[in-house]
């Protein structure tokens, strides 16, 4: 069965958590000094927020799957569609190890489908962690100007 996904970067946590927690009437089922994350079942959205971007805003959009074969089966769809797609395979993001892979609409929002493997204990692990400490947003693929890979730059616009 496949979730909605969400994640937006914040400014401040602490606010942002104490609204998303009244709004869902739930508290995160995950949460760290920069990240939280709500596993919603009405409706069934994994919704999350960190303070890692740029700038405030939509980070990206996905599909978060309970089966490999569902991972396969969006990853299927993109390709019959044209779709340029970035697959990272098994990588770390957002506290978790993940099969992942990404793919970019018309407008030049990002979308991710995953398949969460196990929870960790740090944000990421490897190049994805020292990017975001340098303040590159979440864990989309990079290109060099720090925007998601696929995503087209429109103006001046912060990332994502």
């Known amino acids: 069965m496949k979730r909605f996904h969400v994640h937006i970067h914040v400014e401040d946590l602490t606010k942002s958590i ?6 869902f009437a739930a508290e995160p089922t995950r949460a760290e000094s920069d990240y939280a994350k709500w596993m919603l079942e009405d409706p069934r959205v994994n919704f999350a927020i960190s303070t890692r971007g740029n ?11 309970d089966a490999a074969a569902e991972l396969t089966e969006l990853k299927a769809r993109a390709e ?16 978790a190890r993940s099969d ?4 970019t609409d018309p407008q ?7 398949h969460s493997l196990a929870n960790i204990p740090v944000f990421s692990e490897g190049k994805q962690e ?12 990079r ?17 994502c």
């Open 143 to 159: 290109a060099p100007r720090g925007k998601p890979i696929g995503i087209a730059v429109k103006s001046s616009s912060s990332c």
């Open 100 to 103: 992942k892979h990404w793919i």
């Open 108 to 114: 030049g929002i990002a979308w991710e489908h995953f």
């Open 18 to 23: 104490a609204f998303y927690s009244r709004l």
């Open 55 to 65: 700038a405030a805003g939509l980070d990206h959009l996905g599909f978060q799957v």
């Open 80 to 95: 019959a569609a044209d779709l340029a797609l970035v697959d990272e395979g098994e990588t770390t993001c957002c506290y």
């Open 130 to 141: 020292e990017a975001a400490a340098e303040g590159s947003a979440c864990c989309a693929p």
